[in-house]
């Protein structure tokens, strides 16, 4: 069984910074791919970001140059740092294991980022 527990969101200022951890417990398969996505009230789930099997990072091109995805292998933690965050960043963001289809495999409960100007 995967759990996953995210933390690090917040209130923060336009033009601030945060940095979202993620604890990842279990046995994940091998071909999974690690990542972010968000969802703003009222609005479509966004994959932010993700690491490739090959260790490529890919990233929504609304965060491209702000935002940076990053794991720790052997603590088992996925890491988004966020800088610049502007209000459209607003959502509730969750870490996922196994992406497919358009849709996350496994996910964690989620934690709020607010961006006020």
């Known amino acids: 069984q995967v759990h996953l527990v995210e933390s690090g969101g917040g209130s923060v200022q336009a033009g601030g910074s945060l940095k979202l951890s993620c604890a990842v417990s279990?046995?994940?398969?091998?071909?999974?791919?690690p990542g972010w996505y968000r969802q703003a009230a009222g609005k479509e789930r966004e994959l932010v970001s993700y690491i490739s099997i090959d260790a490529t990072t890919s990233y929504l091109d609304s965060v491209k140059g702000r935002f940076t995805i990053s794991q720790d292998k052997d603590k088992k933690i996925l890491y988004l740092q966020m800088n610049n965050l502007k209000t459209e960043d607003t959502a509730v963001y969750y870490c996922f294991v196994c992406w497919a289809q358009g849709t996350p495999k496994y996910w964690g409960q989620g934690t709020q980022v607010t961006v006020h100007s």
């Open positions: 279990g046995s994940i398969p091998s071909y999974c791919r």
